[in-house]
């Protein structure tokens, strides 16, 4: 089955705000074995949505309208759906009996415009929102299904999970689909192609690999398509294990992991301690390991040392070092590093200095000169890297990097 | 002038991530009087992409395209370009000798998938990427515009920033059009609609309000169209001028500004120094102070003190406290911020405890409990919030929280 989603709103075309309607419908269709042929977004205009919707009908087998159903003047889905299949708005006094039963718990008075709510093209299966007050409404023509959701996601969630797919999927129009994402990370997207494409050229014709960059990771992403789901996950499962003989050392996780949740398995495993010192990434790594739900089992704390004095003070950083090798120095580095693990009480701990940028750098440390250092459990070491010009992706980048050599330092016990 | 916007790329039909980069896009347009009409999400499929193209062309004057543009084969977007303007790719040098220095930089050695990216239609204007290795690309045909650029938004950004929105309004088919946004925190949006309601009625006709809600700030933005740049701004500052004296204490900054910037500001014009200490928030108040640029100018430090022996340890709080009070409570806040100020040589210390989610929460302090202390110059005090229980908007909501708060410590020189 091939569906399109049409979103209705000014809102969306102005930037005002984010279309996660989409993205959310999209992926509850994907896990169905529904395919997202498009997505288009018009303005809230009676001519612009006809033209969308007629231009769908002949592509796709079902047609997703949502927006344009509140109370305001704004609405005009509801007539712009009449005329498409030339019927007209007539009263649905059960959708009227639920609105009142809202407005009487809030005990607000009832005007024209949430009565207006009530009416409906007189040809659609009307769809209960136990959510909201705009219901949903169902069309069939020929062999296309249309829905009309509102375009508030909490109500357009309840309508989809609640109404739209059980009904889709009585149907039993539905394919099987199987998706893994594996997560690596360490080498670049090319040189990544570059080492997996014999395995690539040789994926079965019903798997099909997509590469998705990203700031803290390269993600592949396996996505089988066929009749039997178990058939289709051992496929996929086969082609995943091929893969870690190729690159095992950059597979960190998959699907939806971050590298901060693998790290704090691993720790919480080995019931080992984890201490942070931060100078160029100020905070974000820490951050990154307390986004974590639990983090306090394995995670002491951490220091931002952004001055020379606190590098000093708190983190026994010795002020020979300082002034013979800088603050941005593998001999600081290394030092950061062990004195957060002497400090911190811990088992590891990770340090970053560096030049975030924009301004800072010299000739022999250009912007985007970092050393990360990690202290293991027997010994400590640095290394050097130079990112960019930009300081919101310097942070990033040097806050990935570390808990990426952080990971190899614990698996390999070091 | 009219644009649609033509987003490729599979993982956005999946679900897998938001188009972010359509709503980004479609403000700056706004901003500078370029209508948005459509956007469209497509497949990374070469007839789709075509039929996009081909049924944005009669519609507006300025196609934007993004994504489809990586080193590996899942690219085909150029090739499309190529058929659809019937020409070629041919080799760019320019576009070449930036990928090699980029590498070079790296120490990665460049393979053939890299050198592929300085193929270019023949019949394009390359537009420099700074910011990555897929060049961006101009073309134009009879009335219509089209530009091709990297799904990566860093890389789109950069492009459309430095290189499509400078030769669009070059083209002069601007409309005046003015644009400010006041920045507003600590009144809850339908509040302040209540409190701004007779200011927002009275606003000139062709002044436009709209509320941008977020979880850092409520911003209020204030769009004027005319004919003259000069008039419009005068207006829109007239305006904000009422604004101000009916809501002083809620407006925090301007446009882009962070909260962040404006302490940041207001601690340089001082001359004063700042630490913080962290329990709940985890390093991500250290990371906002540090993520702008010159921030080692008034910030020492910060301590994430996770754990209670690390609040005793470095932040002295005392055993006492922690053991009578719980690490959760008034006392310990202001221990921790009066610790931090006087551990990091700071003027001013704000500390964070509480309790993250989404479990550790009791009857008596429930997930969502934040004690907040400020330590100023002279005195320090503790607040105490309860957010919600979603553990990611916790720990933004109490961050923001305790910038707030030290602001309007600073600015009545507590």
Known sequence: ???????????????????????????????????????????????????????????????????????????????????????KLVFHEPTFEHIKKRFAKLSIDINKLNRDQALVPENCTVLFNKAGTAPGMWFERNDTIFVSLPGVPFEMKYLLEHEILPRLLKNGKKKAIYHK???????????????????????????????????????????AMGNDDTVLQNRVEEQIQKLQKIIPESIFGFDSETMAEVIGRMLKSKGKKLAVAESCTGGYISHLITSVAGSSEYFNGSVTAYSNQIKEKILDVKKETLSEFGAVSEQV??????????????????????????????????????????????????????????????????????????????????
Chains 1, 2 share one sequence.
């Open 181 to 223: 994402t594996v997560l690596t990370q360490g080498i670049p997207e090319s040189m990544l192609a570059e080492k997996i494409e014999v395995w690539e050229n040789a994926l079965p014709e019903n798997i099909k690999l997509a590469y998705l960059p990203g700031p803290m990771a390269v993600r592949l992403r396996l996505s």
């Open 333 to 414: 580095a290394k030092e950061m590093a062990l004195g957060a693990k002497q400090v911190l009480n811990a088992d590891y701990a990770i340090s970053t200095t560096g030049i975030a940028g924009p301004t800072g750098g010299t000739d022999e440390k250009p912007v985007g000169t970092v050393w990360i250092a990690v202290a293991g459990e027997n010994k400590a070491f640095a290394e050097k890297f130079v990112f960019g010009f930009n300081r919101e992706r310097n942070i990033l980048r040097s806050s990935q990097t570390a808990l990426q050599i952080l990971r190899r330092v614990i698996l390999e016990d070091l």
């Open 1 to 87: 089955m091939k569906a399109e989603i049409i979103t209705i709103g000014d809102e969306i075309l102005i930037g005002q705000i984010v279309d996660t309607n989409s993205a959310w419908i999209a992926d509850q269709f994907n896990l169905n074995g529904i395919e997202i042929y498009q997505v288009t977004s018009v303005h809230d205009n009676h001519q612009h949505i006809l033209e969308a919707i007629k231009n769908a009908e002949g592509k796709v087998d079902l047609v997703v309208i949502t927006g344009g159903l509140g109370p305001t003047k704004d609405d005009i889905t509801k007539n712009t759906l009449c005329e498409y299949f030339d019927t």
